[in-house]
């Protein structure tokens, strides 16, 4: 079956920018959304279909997916950005369609 | 403002059954498939099961395909997961998940529920 694969952890200064990869096999030809979860809490979207932002989420937040490599960039990051990030798509390579989640990337923030 | 409310978890011992609800509120029920997604404790994101908005179409990931049966109430604004033949792999806090159309697959979730913890022990 389809394979995400995220880096464990990411850490960043405040008021810098990170990056948090999710590589599939030619993962550019699918479509990408991105989950923060704080500590204790459900998991909110913060990039549908590749690059959209939903309504509440910060400009600071952007995506975009390309040949085997999605990214979620968050600029400016904020303490309050730390979290477990977790990248998403369908599968319908298959002959049963399913989700699949990356392996999930911890934030730290220095 | 969209809100979903799970309900149904607790300790079930192995073997044994046990059904989930999802109530929603806040937006138009029927118009929108649905979503659980189970997390372990201390794990990432596993998804379990999604059901389109007429509730004819469903689909289930290979570990619980077989065992979990999804389904909706429209009339009650409410999602259901039934799950048998549990055990100690699916302790995990179930969510429910809304997307953002009428058919799950491809569709992005866009609400998640605060989640129902499941604990399989005897």
């Known amino acids: 079956s389809y394979v995400l694969t995220q880096p464990l952890s990411v850490s960043v200064a405040p008021g810098q920018t990170a990056n948090i990869t999710c590589g599939g096999d030619?993962?550019?030809?699918?479509?990408v959304h991105w989950h923060q979860q704080k500590p204790g809490q459900a998991p909110v979207v913060v990039i549908y279909?590749?690059?959209d932002r939903p309504s509440g989420i910060p400009e600071r937040f952007s995506g975009s997916n390309f040949e085997n490599t999605a990214t979620l960039t968050i600029s400016r990051v904020e303490a309050g950005d730390e979290a477990d990030y977790y990248c998403?798509?369908?599968?319908?390579?298959?002959?049963?369609?399913?989700?699949?989640f990356g392996g999930g990337t911890k934030l730290t923030v220095l | 403002e969209v809100q979903l409310l799970e309900s149904g978890g607790g300790l079930v011992q192995p073997g044994g059954s046990l059904r989930l609800s999802c109530s929603a509120s806040g937006f138009t029920f029927s118009n929108y498939a649905m979503n659980w997604v189970r997390q372990a404790p201390g794990k990432g994101l596993e998804w379990v099961s999604a059901i389109g908005n007429t509730g004819t179409v469903t689909y289930f990931s290979d570990s619980v395909k077989g065992r979990f049966t999804i389904s909706r109430d429209n009339s009650n604004n409410t999602l259901y997961l039934q799950m048998h033949s549990l055990g100690a792999g699916d302790t995990a806090v179930y969510y429910c998940?809304?997307?953002?159309?009428?058919?799950?697959?491809?569709?992005?979730?866009?609400?998640w529920g605060q989640g129902t913890l499941v604990t399989v022990s005897s």
């Open positions: 030619n993962i550019g030809s699918k479509t």
């Open positions: 998403q798509l369908w599968d319908t390579t298959t002959d049963h369609p399913g989700i699949i």
């Open positions: 998940a809304k997307a953002v159309g009428p058919i799950a697959v491809a569709s992005s979730f866009d609400s």
């Open positions: 279909y590749d690059t």
